[in-house]
Structures are given as structure tokens and as C-alpha cells.
């Protein structure tokens, strides 16, 4: 594993959007990046703000619903 180059370096963030009926919860912290899934809003906003906690960032970013299509 030492050979590993990261393929980027990216700003730590929290991110919150509803889509299709479940909300996803997308945690990016300098080479990764990590999708929960939910059920329920409550939920997926208790863990994005442990994640947040975790981080020592200021805030969650809620994300806008995609536009519906037609």
C-alpha cells in the first residue's frame, strides 16, 4: 500500500440531499469520499452531523432535490 497516490486532495465536507424517497448523507475528507443511504430524514441528519463533529466542521451542506425530469 505504499505505493497508493491519492488521486486527489479534496476539502472536507458534509453533504444532506432528499432524492427518490431516501436521504443520502456524503462525507468527503481528503481522498475519499462515502455514501449512507437513509430512510428517514431525522436519521440521515443525526449522522451527518456526527460526521460534521467528527471533522470539526462549521456546518452541514444541505443539497437542493434534483429538478424533476419533463
Do not use: N, Y
Not at 497508493?4 to 440531499?17: F, G, H, L, N, Y
Not at 432524492?19 to 443520502?24: K, L, P, Q, R
Not at 428517514?40 to 470539526?56: D, K, M, N, P, T
Not at 432535490?65 to 419533463?70: E, H, L, N, S
Amino acid at each position: 500500500m505504499g505505493d497508493v497516490v491519492p488521486i486527489r486532495k479534496a476539502t472536507p465536507c458534509v453533504e444532506v440531499v432528499g432524492a427518490s424517497g431516501e436521504w443520502v448523507v456524503r462525507i468527503i475528507e481528503a481522498d475519499q469520499e462515502i455514501t449512507r443511504s437513509f430512510g428517514f430524514e431525522s436519521f440521515a441528519l443525526s449522522f451527518a452531523e456526527g460526521q460534521r463533529i467528527r471533522l470539526h466542521l462549521d456546518r452541514v451542506v444541505r443539497l437542493q432535490d434534483p429538478p424533476a425530469a419533463g
